[in-house]
């Protein structure tokens, strides 16, 4: 049966430590409307199923076509970016919308994902050129890899991998998924590989690509389809490598 | 206790190693040899003998299966700490072998405390005669039994899918394909290992298969000692 109307539960916070609380709203069905169409509506008038006025709901966007990952959240119960998360896709009952887990919440559906970026510097995710004279040309590059560079490139750092992740939480120092792929993709880039060792050992330690334990969930949710499974097995071989060569002095 | 960055990789690397050598080796080994069980109980006991009378064998069990397995029992307790399991909201089915690899684990601390300690330690086991008496006996109470069908299956299951993930951490599979193909060869090891491990236990109580041997193996009455004169 089409849904005629379109019934939201949202999970919202109002300050970083406040106690979280649950609202209901509800609003005429349109077609192609996706969730942040909704949550739009919703701060148009921002009033409760019940009638009751509220806040309008706080949550981060800004590409709006599922690029800048900034808009994820849990689409019931589902990391996903809500841009483009449709409605019509959606079974015919009331869409719940939370922040996503693993993150500090700001508010409402806004989180802070600093510890993502954090790890994308740990692992020095960039290719190190100083600027200060042109250096020519790169490397040229085979177009089999190009075409892996390009599937580890579009990352958007949006942390659907590190939300389901049971190896990325409080209790672990696990930088995730998502920087540890980046290691794969610039450590086979020809300039960025003059730092490979660099980028290995920052993996190597505490935090690092052994906390993680195979569950593979991340490579489930991305929604870039990154093969980020095959990126630790290239990296546990990688780091392999290194580990023997320090161990028997190299 | 904290330790060098370097140094907890190499504690990780080693507890992915220890777990396929020593331990998953004297997996290997320890039921072949209790699968001597299904040629009699004085082939088993002879067997049991040959073990505890190698040379050096002190050394050997110290070195070669107590220290390892303490040191994977107390890296893996501390990594199962580590982890925040979420199959109610991410029921994939790597998911599940995540959650089933940690929950074996723990339930073989358990297993192996009781299994070591009434087979080894138990005043029972240090006076009776014959180890294979012995063990019929134990495994005579269903409870028993079944607490040591689930221990076997445990084992065979945390072994079987530590491979798979032996095989990620080493780099020796990278591909998604060749990912996929580790875990049925794994899945095929835990089956396979888990038939051979009940069948041991079965042939205690006398309703042990004979399988795969080139030779009529000696009736599996439990009830003549001296049955090796048969074989
Ligand atoms: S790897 Fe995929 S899921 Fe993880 S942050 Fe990048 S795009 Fe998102
Ligand atoms: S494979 Fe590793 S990084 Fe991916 S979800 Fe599992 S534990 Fe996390
Ligand atoms: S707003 Fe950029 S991914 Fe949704």
């Known amino acids: ?250 | 206790m904290r330790v060098s960055d370097s140094t907890y990789y190499t504690l990780k690397r080693l507890h992915s190693l220890s777990g396929v050598v020593p331990i998953g080796a004297f997996l290997l080994e320890h039921f072949l040899t209790n699968s001597r069980a299904l040629q009699g109980a004085a082939a088993f006991d002879r067997a049991a003998a040959e073990l505890a009378g190698l040379p050096y064998v002190v050394l050997l069990e110290a070195g070669g299966i107590w220290m390892p397995i303490l040191f994977h029992m107390v890296l893996g307790i501390l990594i199962a700490t580590t982890s925040q399991a979420n199959l109610d909201r991410h029921g994939y089915a790597r998911n599940w072998h995540y959650s089933l690899q940690r929950f074996s684990g723990l339930f073989l601390v358990l297993y192996l405390v009781y299994h070591t300690w009434s087979t080894r330690f138990s005043a029972e086991a240090m006076s009776a005669p014959s180890l294979f008496a012995y063990m019929r006996e134990h495994l005579s109470h269903p409870g028993v039994f079944a607490f040591y069908v689930l221990g076997v299956i445990a084992a065979c299951y945390h072994f079987g899918n530590g491979l798979f993930g032996f095989a990620i951490h080493w780099g020796l599979v990278t591909s998604r394909s060749a990912q996929r193909w580790a875990g049925r060869a794994a899945m095929a090891v835990v089956v396979v290992l888990s038939l051979v491990g009940i069948n041991a236990l079965l042939a205690f109580t006398g309703h042990g298969l004979n399988l795969f041997q080139k030779h009529a193996p000696p009736p599996a009455d439990v009830t003549v000692m001296n049955a090796s004169e048969h074989r």
């Not at chain 1, 692992?123 to 590059?141: E, N, Q």
């Not at chain 1, 190896?167 to 880039?189: C, E, K, M, T, Y």
């Open chain 1, 1 to 250: 049966m089409a849904r005629t109307t379109i019934e939201l539960r949202i999970k919202r916070q109002d300050t970083p430590t406040a106690a979280p609380y649950w609202e209901e709203f509800s609003m005429p069905w349109r077609a192609n409307m996706n969730v942040i169409s909704c949550l739009m509506e919703i701060r148009k008038r921002p009033v409760t199923r019940a009638g009751q006025k509220t806040t309008p709901i706080a949550w981060d966007a800004s590409c709006l076509e599922e690029v800048c990952g900034s808009c994820t959240m849990l689409v019931n119960g589902k990391p996903c970016q809500s841009c483009t998360q449709l409605v019509d896709k959606l079974p015919d009952a009331p869409i719940v919308l939370e922040p996503l887990t693993k993150f500090p919440i700001v508010r409402d559906l806004q989180v802070d994902r600093t510890r993502m970026f954090e790890g994308l510097k740990q692992v020095k995710a960039w290719i190190a050129i100083d600027g200060t004279h042109d250096l020519g040309p790169g490397p040229r590059v085979s177009e089999s890899e190009r075409e892996i560079a390009y599937a580890f490139s579009r990352c958007m750092t949006c942390g659907c991998c590190m939300e389901v992740c049971p190896q990325f939480n409080d209790r672990s120092d696990f930088i995730g998924p998502a920087p540890l792929a980046q290691v794969r993709l610039f450590n086979a880039h020809p300039t960025g590989h003059m730092n490979a060792r660099e980028r290995l050992e920052s993996i190597m330690g505490r935090g690092g690509l052994s906390e993680c334990g195979n569950a593979q969930n991340c490579v489930e949710v991305c929604p870039k389809e990154i093969p980020l499974t095959e990126a630790f097995g290239e990296l546990g071989r990688q780091t392999t490598g290194l580990w023997l060569k320090k161990l028997f002095g190299g």
